[in-house]
């Protein structure tokens, strides 16, 4: 469908980035040097985990529903422009978490050894190991299933196998992601070691 006018797109634009800045607000953000420094990347760092996580859902959904596409011609070509895209967009935003990420560490940890010392910095710990075993899923499926994809669309083949290694992969970045998550509520509710 058409796109929202450029009013209604300001208002949803607005409305995210006030979404977002609320967990910045309720956070340690405000309560930690560089204040505005760390509410600016807390808020980058939420849209990013936010970007992330919706669009590996939405290929989660797009993954079966391009594969019911009536014409056999088109579904392995949609599947690998659907993904090749979201690639894209992964690629940008989890070069932005990553970036926030480290700049969040190191404001509040404060030190190496408060990363070993402290219950906040051994859960900034947890989260750096499931992130890096999120990247390398991510790194997986963009380096092998997308170039698949690809070839069998070069060939006019079915997506068949591809897809549901694809799909299996998309579920578990979907699972580890959600981990992390769940360490980062864990986080919010701690206190950092530099506090």
């Known amino acids: 469908g058409p796109l929202p006018a450029r009013p209604q797109r300001l208002l949803l634009l607005l409305a995210v980035l006030t979404l977002a800045l609320t967990a910045p607000m309720a956070g340690h953000s405000v309560s930690h040097s560089p204040e505005a420094l760390l509410v600016f990347v807390d808020t980058a760092h939420v849209l990013c985990i936010s970007a992330w996580l919706g669009g590996l859902v939405m290929l989660l959904i797009a993954i079966p529903v391009a594969g019911r596409v009536p014409s056999a011609r088109e579904r392995t070509p949609l599947l690998a422009e659907v993904v090749g895209r ?3 967009m992964a690629s940008i935003v989890v070069a932005v978490l990553v970036l926030s990420g480290i700049v969040q560490a190191v404001a509040l940890v404060g030190s190496v050894p408060a990363l070993y010392d402290t219950a906040y910095g051994r859960l900034v710990l947890v989260k750096i190991g499931l992130l890096l075993a999120l990247l390398s899923l991510g790194a997986y499926n963009q380096r092998r299933s997308l170039p698949r994809l690809r070839r069998l669309a070069a060939g006019g083949e079915e997506p068949g196998g591809a897809a549901t290694i694809l ?11 959600l ?6 509520s864990v986080l919010v509710a701690t206190d950092p070691p530099s506090g």
């Open 86 to 88: 979201f690639s894209r």
């Open 167 to 177: 799909r299996r992969a998309v579920a578990f970045e979907v699972a580890f992601l």
């Open 179 to 184: 981990a992390v998550l769940g360490v980062i």
